[in-house]
């Protein structure tokens, strides 16, 4: 029904930056929000930047300041724009996006994941 395509992934440097794209298809009425989760080995996926409808945004403590969570309405494509990466930062980025249906339901949907290493 939707997809997700996850690309921008790849190995940096300490504060060397990335930029990971999202771009959904599908049968999509609305978009509610698009966020970016992460999980490292061993620990539990967590948020990482979200943006709303009205564009509002959350970041992680973790990330703020260095991180900026960004979308693109026209071609419903989230993006997530890394600076000063560190390798805590190391992990798989998952894209996830809310939908509204036709008839008021929201849908949750995960990209396939892109793996980020911050080498120290």
């Known amino acids: 029904q939707v997809q997700l395509v996850e690309s921008g992934g790849g190995l940096v440097q300490a504060g060397g930056s990335l930029r990971l794209s999202c771009a959904a298809s599908g049968s999509i009425f609305s978009i509610n929000a698009m966020g970016w989760y992460r999980q490292a080995p061993g620990k539990q996926r967590e948020l990482v930047a979200l943006?709303?409808?009205?564009?509002?945004?959350n970041y992680a403590d973790s990330v703020k300041g260095r991180f900026t969570i960004s979308r693109d309405n026209a071609k419903n494509t989230v993006y997530l724009q890394m600076n000063s990466l560190i390798p805590e930062d190391t992990a798989v980025y998952y894209c996830?996006?809310?939908?509204?249906?036709?008839?008021?339901?929201?849908?949750?949907?995960w990209g396939q994941g892109t793996q980020v290493t911050v080498s120290s």
């Open positions: 996830n996006v809310v939908t509204w249906s036709r008839t008021g339901r929201p849908y949750e949907y």
């Open positions: 943006i709303a409808s009205s564009d509002s945004t």
